[in-house]
């Protein structure tokens, strides 16, 4: 189960027992705000879209949608999603549950900018019913992320 990965990736930072785990889905950024009484915009969901026939995740804020035009100036190719299977496959996680963390080798993760304006936010941890509250720098470290990416829109105030 992919959420054992993630437990066992956190542990080896004596960070684990971080890892929240609901009664409820928290598979979908709306339910995963409820699960844990924050504005949906803290969610860090990770998206996972095959590139040149290979997975990347970009995480994002909760609020924020990808700007296909955008998306395609960074990545030379069009924003394709992976289907529930080739996420499983590729990435290690199923939809519901990607995250950023305990994931294939080779896949590579990029924080969205929309992230940024925030002192804490939300990724899942492997299951669609799990979370764990970090850092931005938290974020960075433990994703081991490959770059800032900034692809999304709708989260900007005007």
């Known amino acids: 189960m992919a959420i054992e990965k ?23 950024v709306a339910l995963a705000a409820e699960a844990l009484h924050c504005e949906p915009c803290r969610i860090a ?30 990545f030379s190719a069009k924003a394709k ?22 994931v294939h080798e080779g896949v590579p993760v990029y924080l969205d900018e929309s992230l940024k304006r925030f002192q804490t936010v939300f990724p899942a941890c492997g299951s669609s019913n799990s979370a764990i509250e970090l850092t931005i720098p938290e974020l960075e470290q433990y994703s081991g992320f490959t770059a800032w990416v900034d692809v999304c829109k709708g989260w900007q105030t005007a």
Do not use: W
């Open 6 to 28: 993630v437990r066992a990736y956190f542990r080896q930072f004596g960070m684990e027992d971080r890892i929240l785990e609901f009664n409820v889905s928290s598979a979908t």
């Open 45 to 74: 969901k990770t998206l996972s879209f095959l590139v040149d026939g290979h997975a990347i995740l970009v995480v994002t804020a909760g609020d924020a949608r990808i700007d296909n035009p955008r998306y395609k100036a960074r």
């Open 81 to 102: 999603m992976l289907s529930p299977e080739q996420a499983a496959e590729l990435v290690g996680h199923a939809v519901g549950g990607v995250c950023p963390f305990a």
